[in-house]
């Protein structure tokens, strides 16, 4: 199969992600997006390493993983103790930052 | 005999700072020690007359120079001095009336606490002015200059508790500062010119620079000498300076201050003969001034005032004869030494009335007081018939010899000047007879103040009667010793001296002179010798009223500088507060304005953040390619 | 001590320091000082110790109000560090280390007008803080932006010359090794003369100083105007005509034009203030004037009454404002139409003011006569017209000056001011000796102009200008 049609459904997956991270609320699908967007990355990194021939896409793709990993970790715990504190999961709840 | 020269400065500078410095503790001999000083001024000055007396008429001039004053690369200004016949005259004018008045305030100024004070700021007049009269350069003259001013200023303000007397001072001061800005523009122009301002070295090149600059050189000078002397258009101080002690008018706005003006115009001879336009001018200011101040005279009825104008209008006389050039620059001198005798002596007398009229200066207030003050009355009259032309006495010499010169210039210039000292003669006559009439003879016309107080007249102390009969014997006198000893021989070597050709005979001026006199007096007699006086002065014509109010020369300075300067700074303040600061408090402003805009970008919703994130990163790689592309 | 090292006839710059200080853009720690800086440094080293003499009790902590207790010595402190930066800058001669100093000078400043303000004041407490901030951040700002456009300067003639040493460039641009491209030149010039115009300060940027004045302390005010802004005047005659000679005279009739403006128009602006302190600060700015005008005639006679006029203004402002800083002090006001009849109830208080006034109108006799002529003379012989038109500020100081004379000591005496004591033993100390200096140097000015004349010479031989020749110099002689 030609590698750009994985390509083409790593742009997708991302703009995918992207779209939701801007448009959806919800604090845990906003990082489902993230995530998804991650994803498309590992796709796309993965994709190229097979097309070059070499394998630093690879090593790359699993370094993106652990990241998420571990962001997944604080990620979802900040989450959480910020819902237990506004019983609301809302990101646009979250603006104290703001003048 | 040189080394005196300083110790003539020296010592009334030394009275003027013990007194001002000396605080409290000099109050009651602090009279004694700067009328002692004075004197002393007066017997050093006579130390020198006789020593000058003493040598041949081409080395009498004197020169000393103390230390460099203001050296800085090719100005090079001396603080030096110069004692010709010309400055000589002057020195003893000063120190001898300054002496004479200095006695005399002893007994006016006897009830006022600050009398210290005002004997410290006599001596410190004393003193520039015999700077002025003695410096050997421009600048140093110009410090001499100023000098008198401030002591004018400080005068005239004595009183200071009066707002009038304040205000006057003050503008006495900054009329006086318009004329000094001729001066110092002349200063200006003679080193541009000639590299130097001692007055050996510009006189003698005064020849040859071009009339162009040396017109602009007299014209400048000229503006000085209206400032100081009160000339038209800058005469308006002087009626208001007679707000100040009547010594001070006696001394300062009659005898010595006011005549520096013509000092400096005939000190600056050369460069005026060498300008025959600026000349002309000199003469119409003359004339002009001489008109002016008697018309102004005529109307007055406070006695200090009509005395004020008639100061105005002697000194545009001597202004006029030194715009003559050689043929009248003796007489100037010599008409202002007569005048310094007799203008001194009536304001002397004029304070004397004052002193016993409890401080009443309005003549249609006084009347008879010939028998309560026979002394005041007879001194006072002796220098009414000197300032009249009086056959015999000191100001018919003087005048009399203007009148001449001025006829003597020639063409038609001469007619119109020779007619208008005529005419200023008569009205001398005529305002002089008013202020004799009014004053001493008629009815008694004073009333009780509003708290019943009746003035009593009274015969002056001793201490102010004897300086007056001195004066009265120096204007009986003073003319005939002129003429006879020799005065235009003494100065010539300085001034230089031509006799005028006068289209009409001497005899006939001098004719001509005691007609117009006769019909001044005859006419004010008529006018106020008959009949009473009214207490109320009645309303007038149209030039008596303008008359009075210095014919509305006050009233334009008003509308014209005063009010329109207010206008001026007033919008300057505004324009300053709002125009130039607030362009840049705008930028400020606008500063903080876009500030918060930008401000508003920044919501809070981290949603909006990755938009730009998201947006920005996409530009870049559009960027990107694009330059790939290209 | 200087003054007794410093030789009139020897070497343009003496003293000389030289340490290496970032080695990396050749900044050094250059001192060194030449008659004009050292003219200068006297001046400062004159009047710092009858500022802080007269502001003895201007920091006292107020027993009224405790939350606004203000640290006593912290003012004499400031004091004295914009003292020492003021001296380094009058002896800087590496020009990075003078731009630091010359920034740095805001610091101190800023506090002490901003920390210590002028109770006098008419308003509320709260009032008079934020007046007095708002002063205090003008002044900042004012002089932070001409110090960043100076900033950019510096760094362009880094890049043009090579170095930071003045005495270096000066020499190179002298015999030739160092061309600069006319524009580059006219940039650099601009950029430091905007810095210095703000400091001195030139209209139309002037506006910070009678803000400043009038709020700060009144020995503050006398520091700013006094001392501070002579760093302005003296690094124009310093940097811009060294550093910049054709630029200078390229710039020069704008220079005079401004200069003739901020004369007549801070005179008349000066005439039309209700409150003493402004007054005295507008009457600066018209002096300021006089002293760019002398700087830019290029002729020894302006650029030497310049330095003395610096030198004179600096002790005859001194005097003047200290004075009347003792009567604000004393009413509680500095509105002259709240007083009235001084004279009468404080003689010795009103004629120390008399004779500062004097000296402000530029009097013979005083010092500041000597410079004002010699300024005027020296554009006179270059430019007649601007000479002229700066002469007419004779007038109008006179009517400033007599104006507010008879407005705050003549005329019958006020209610309010019946009681007011007469100079005290500290404050006539104070007065007095700046008033024997103002006397001293208005007779005898020769010990200052032999100091000044040979490094204004130098001066003219950077700019390669001469004396204009009188025109009839064969019939004088």
């Known amino acids: 199969m030609n590698p750009v049609n994985y390509l083409y459904l790593a742009a997708l997956l991302f703009t995918i992600g992207a779209a939701g991270v801007l448009i959806r609320r919800n604090a845990i699908v906003v990082f489902m997006c993230v995530e998804l967007m991650l994803n498309a990355c590992n796709l796309a990194f993965v994709t190229f390493s097979r097309m070059h021939g070499n394998l630093d896409g690879q090593i790359i793709a699993f370094f993106t993983m652990v990241v998420a990993a571990a962001e997944v970790v604080v990620g979802l715990a900040i989450i959480v103790s910020v819902f237990r504190a506004r019983h609301s999961a809302s990101v646009d709840d979250a603006s104290l930052m703001k003048l | ?59 009498r001039a004197l020169h000393q120079t103390l230390f460099t004053w203001i050296p800085v690369g090719t100005f090079q200004a001396d603080m030096a001095f110069q004692l010709d016949q010309l400055s000589m005259t002057f020195v003893l004018l000063i120190t001898g009336v300054g002496t004479l008045i200095h006695v005399y305030s002893i007994g006016y100024m006897e009830h006022d606490e600050r009398r210290r004070r005002f004997f410290g700021y006599l001596n410190l007049f004393v003193a520039a002015m015999l700077l002025l009269v003695l410096a050997d350069n421009y600048l140093l003259l110009y410090f001499g200059w100023e000098g008198v001013g401030l002591a004018s200023y400080l005068l005239i303000g004595f009183w200071q508790h009066k707002p009038s007397a304040a205000t ?72 208001d300076a007679m707000e100040g002690p009547t010594p001070v008018s006696a001394l300062i706005h009659a005898a010595t201050m006011v005549t520096a003006g013509v000092y400096l115009i005939v000190r600056s001879a050369d460069i005026f003969n060498a300008a025959p336009d600026a000349q002309l001018v000199v003469t119409v200011v003359g004339a002009v001034t001489l008109l002016f101040g008697a018309i102004v005279g005529c109307a007055k009825d406070d006695i200090k005032k009509a005395l004020a104008g008639s100061t105005m209008s002697q000194i545009g006389y001597m202004i006029l004869a030194a715009g003559l050039g050689p043929i009248g620059y003796v007489f100037a001198i010599m008409h202002l030494v007569t005048h310094g005798f007799f203008k001194a002596g009536l304001f002397l007398g004029a304070g004397s009335v004052m002193h016993g009229m409890n401080d009443e200066v309005d003549m249609r207030k006084y009347g008879g007081l010939r028998k309560y003050m026979p002394v005041t009355f007879v001194t006072f009259g002796l220098g009414y018939l000197a300032i009249i032309g009086f056959p015999g006495l000191s100001g018919f010499f003087s005048k009399d010899k203007i009148i001449e010169a001025a006829f003597a210039k020639g063409g038609t210039e001469g007619w119109i000047l020779g007619a208008v000292t005529l005419l200023g003669a008569a009205i001398t006559a005529y305002y002089m007879t008013r202020v004799m009439l009014m004053t001493f003879f008629g009815e008694k016309r004073w009333q009780p103040d509003a708290e019943g107080h009746e003035p009593h007249p009274h015969e002056s102390p001793k201490s102010m009667v ?81 008359a009075r109010r210095d014919l509305l020369q006050d009233d334009f300075n008003h509308a014209v500088f005063v009010t329109g300067g207010t206008h001026l700074t007033r919008s300057l303040v505004y324009v300053d507060h709002s125009l130039v600061d607030g362009v840049v408090n705008g ?17 809070g919703y981290a949603r909006t953040y990755a938009v730009s994130m998201f947006g920005g990163t996409a530009v870049l790689i559009a960027a990107t390619l694009l330059m790939r592309a290209v | 001590m200087v003054f007794a090292r410093f030789e009139p006839g020897g070497d343009r710059y003496q003293l000389v320091e030289n340490h290496a200080w970032i080695k990396d853009f050749g900044v ?130 880094y890049v043009v010359a090579g170095n930071f040493s003045l005495t270096e460039i000066v020499e190179a641009r002298a015999n030739g090794s160092l061309e600069m491209a006319t524009s580059t030149e006219r940039w650099l010039f601009l950029g430091f003369f905007f810095a210095f115009a703000v400091k001195a300060p030139l209209w139309p940027l002037h506006t910070w100083l009678p803000n400043a ?3 700060a302390t009144t020995p503050v005010a006398v520091l700013i105007t006094a001392v501070v802004d002579k760093v302005g005047t003296f690094a124009m005659l310093r940097f811009c005509l060294g550093l910049f000679p054709e630029a200078s005279k390229w710039a020069t009739p704008a220079i005079v034009v401004l200069a003739l403006i901020s004369i007549v128009y801070g ?25 760019i005008l002398g700087i830019f005639a290029m002729t020894t006679q302006g650029q030497s009454g310049a330095t003395l006029y610096m030198v004179n203004h600096g002790v005859s402002t001194a005097a003047l404002m200290l004075v009347a800083g ?41 010092a500041p006569f000597v410079s004002e002529f010699l300024v005027l003379v020296g554009t006179f012989a270059r430019y007649p017209v601007a000479g002229i038109v700066a002469t007419t500020g004779i007038v109008l100081a006179a009517l400033y000056t007599l104006v507010l004379y008879q407005r705050t000591m003549t005329g019958p005496v006020k209610e309010e001011v019946r009681a007011l004591p007469d100079l005290r033993a500290r404050e006539l100390l104070v007065v007095a000796p700046l008033i024997a200096v103002l006397i001293f140097l208005g007779v005898f000015p020769k010990p200052l102009t032999d100091v000044v004349d040979p490094a204004v010479r130098h001066t003219m031989s950077d700019v390669q200008q001469k004396d204009p020749q009188p025109q009839n110099v064969e019939a004088a002689k």
């Open chain 3, 326 to 366: 003792f009567l604000i002090s004393r009413r509680g006001s500095r509105l002259i139409a709240d007083y009235g009849g001084v004279q009468k109830v404080a003689p010795v208080l009103a004629g120390t003011f008399l004779i500062g006034g004097l000296a402000t109108l530029s009097l013979p006799g005083l």
């Open chain 2, 168 to 239: 006057a001072a003050k503008k006495a001061f900054i009329v006086n500062r318009v004329g000094d800005m001729g001066l110092s523009i002349a200063i200006m122009l003679m080193f541009t010119t000639f590299g130097t301002f001692a007055f050996g070295r510009v006189l003698e090149a005064s020849d040859q620079a071009s009339e162009g600059k040396l017109t602009a050189i007299g014209l400048m000078l000229l503006l000085a000498a209206c400032g100081k002397s009160a000339q038209v258009p800058l005469q308006s101080w002087l009626g």
């Open chain 2, 1 to 59: 005999m040189e080394n005196l020269i300083a110790l003539l400065i020296g010592a009334p500078l030394l009275g003027a700072a013990v007194l001002l410095l000396g605080g409290r503790r000099l109050d009651r001999t602090g009279h004694w020690l700067g009328t002692l000083l004075a004197a002393a001024s007066f017997v050093i000055a006579l130390v020198l007359f006789v020593d000058m007396l003493g040598k041949g008429a081409e080395d």
């Open chain 2, 587 to 603: 930028t400020a402003a606008a500063v903080g304005g876009l500030s918060g805009r930008l401000r508003k970008l920044q919501n």
């Open chain 3, 267 to 291: 005179a008349l602006v000066a005439v039309g203030q209700r409150d003493i302190k402004r007054l005295v600060a507008y009457a600066s700015i018209s002096h300021f004037g006089f002293i």
């Open chain 2, 466 to 546: 004897i300086p007056m009969i001195l004066l009265a014997v120096g204007s009986v006198g003073g003319g005939a010793v002129f003429e006879f000893s020799g005065f235009v021989e003494w100065l010539e070597p300085v001034t230089g001296f031509e006799h005028g050709h006068a289209p009409i005979s001497a005899a006939a001026v001098t004719a001509a002179t005691v007609a117009v006199m006769v019909i001044g007096v005859g006419l004010a007699y008529l006018q106020y010798g008959r009949g009473p006086v009214p207490v109320v002065a009645p309303r007038g014509s149209l030039l008596t009223r303008a």
């Open chain 3, 213 to 215: 004045m009038g709020e």
């Open chain 3, 28 to 157: 050094r720690y250059e001192l060194g000082v030449d008659g004009i800086g050292v003219a200068l440094i006297g001046l400062t080293a004159l009047l710092i110790p009858f500022i802080v003499l007269a502001g003895w009790h201007d920091a006292d902590p107020l027993e009224t109000a405790s939350k606004r207790w203000r640290p006593t010595q912290g003012f004499f402190a400031l004091i004295l560090m914009v003292e020492a930066m003021v001296i380094l800058s009058f002896e800087a001669t590496d020009v990075f280390l003078f731009y630091i100093l010359f920034e740095a000078m805001l610091i101190p400043m800023y506090f002490l007008i901003g920390g210590f303000g002028d109770r006098a004041h008419s308003g509320s407490d709260e009032n008079a803080a934020a007046q007095r901030s708002y002063a205090a951040v003008k002044f900042l700002l004012y002089n932070l932006v001409g110090g960043l456009i100076m900033l950019a300067a510096v760094i362009g003639l």
